[in-house]
């Protein structure tokens, strides 16, 4: 464009438009925390109501983790639907839709009367859960300028590390004072809150590109699939869910049994390892734009390898220090993996994030049940060196195949 034909802009133009500009990022990172909150407040609600669920429905530990697994299968079957639907849909209607879907069964799970009511229950929510996720990344990945990615994608992270953690302590407090029931009920109302809110404050997408048609959309997972990038980053997402569900799952049978004996409030509380992992999250994300990809990722991998060692020490207050540096390494993990889909994928990047969020949850749904088996023969240590064993899968991959 020549100087001549150049658009002109007065100080007054310019400064308007800038402060339009910092006020929808402001927006849009608002937007996404809630989105990340709103979601997850539900998706782990029952990990420290399982040694209650173990004693109400007289079931194994390997049973009533089904409740945990059960949403997360339910995420891995439907995300590349749902991302390669997405593609063709939009974002911020079908982030809309699907939270609001979320909501509706995380209230009808009170309803449930046995074990195998509550699972389908569970499962139902999950179903949901790719639409809000799925379209998240891929609307940070396209509405956010590169230099920012990491510091947005780090702040959905963090929404989703503060819901997770709410969720879990909400639900330990109602079933201490009143019964698991009435934690379903507390959080779909959540749930619906944060629909709505995120309704209201997340702006409409500006550089979003329909494809044409959804075959469209399913011939770009194919060409995922062909991505050597995106396939090392699905396995890193798959081994940090399989560890972050097997971790925080089976704690809870170790610390509710001798010699510590916690009940579901304190198991709930010990959760709040969470917030250490909201706060570290939002500087990750910096220190990725920064730093790069792969020396982020090998610094969160010795993180959890470390916290997780820590907590085979038989004092409560080094497990919590453990579960602590643990989470910290696993949200950061999370940032970098997230953050990568969109930079490998280049085009067609909620099919590219519905993969990844499938391989993710698959991680997870097989994270809530093998670490059992290794449970049943060795206990905790066992899980202990299973998860050991799984980091040094992930640095090994990320050495080899990530590219800064």
């Known amino acids: 464009m020549s100087e001549r034909t150049a658009p002109r802009y007065s100080l007054l133009e310019s400064t308007e438009l800038e402060e339009t500009s910092v006020g929808r990022r402001a927006a849009v990172l608002l937007a996404l925390f809630i989105t990340g909150f709103a979601t997850f407040v539900c998706v782990y609600v029952t990990q420290p109501l399982l040694p209650q669920f173990r004693e109400i429905f007289h079931a194994s530990e390997l049973m009533v983790s089904l409740t945990v697994s059960a949403p997360v299968i339910a995420v891995a079957l439907a995300a590349p639907v749902l991302g390669a639907l997405a593609d063709s849909l939009g974002r911020k209607r079908v982030i809309i839709a699907a939270m609001l879907g979320l909501s509706i069964p995380s209230v009808l799970a009170a309803t449930a009367e046995s074990l195998t009511q509550l699972i389908a229950w569970r499962f139902l929510q ?39 953690f709410s969720g879990r302590f909400i639900a330990g407090i109602c079933a201490h ?16 809150a944060g629909c709505l809110l ?18 469209a959309s399913l011939d770009s997972l194919r060409s995922h699939l ?17 560890c972050q569900v097997g971790s925080f799952t089976y704690i809870n049978f170790y610390l509710a049994d001798k010699p510590f004996f916690l009940g579901p409030a304190a198991l709930g509380a010990i959760f709040t390892v969470y917030l250490i992992g909201a706060v570290i999250t939002p500087v990750a994300g910096v220190i990725l734009d920064r730093v790069g990809y792969r020396r982020t990722l090998a610094s969160a991998v010795a993180t959890i390898a470390a916290g997780t060692l820590l907590t085979l020490i038989h004092s409560l207050s080094l497990i919590v220090a453990g579960l602590a540096l643990s989470a910290t390494g696993v949200f950061i993990c999370q940032a970098a993996a997230s953050s990568y889909v969109g930079k490998a994928a280049g085009k067609a990047r909620s099919s590219a994030a519905g993969l990844y969020v ?24 066992g899980c202990v060196a299973l998860i050991i064993c799984m980091q040094g899968v992930i640095f090994l991959i990320a050495r080899k195949m990530w590219k800064d």
């Open 198 to 215: 995120t309704f209201c404050f997340l702006p409409r997408s500006t550089k979003f590109v329909r494809q044409n048609s959804t075959t």
């Open 358 to 381: 499938a391989l993710y949850y698959f991680g997870g749904f097989l994270g809530s049940i093998i670490p059992g088996f290794f449970w049943s023969r060795a206990g905790w240590p």
């Open 226 to 242: 062909h991505n050597p990038q995106l396939l090392a980053t699905y396995a890193i997402g798959f081994n940090v869910l399989f």
């Open 177 to 192: 004072n009143y019964n698991w029931q009435s934690a379903f009920v507390v959080l779909g109302i959540v749930s619906l």
């Open 126 to 164: 999950g179903l949901f859960i790719p639409g809000i996720i799925t379209v998240a990344m891929a609307y940070i990945s396209e509405e956010t300028p590169r230099r920012m990615v990491g510091l947005t994608m780090a702040t959905y992270v963090t929404g989703t590390v503060v819901g997770g």
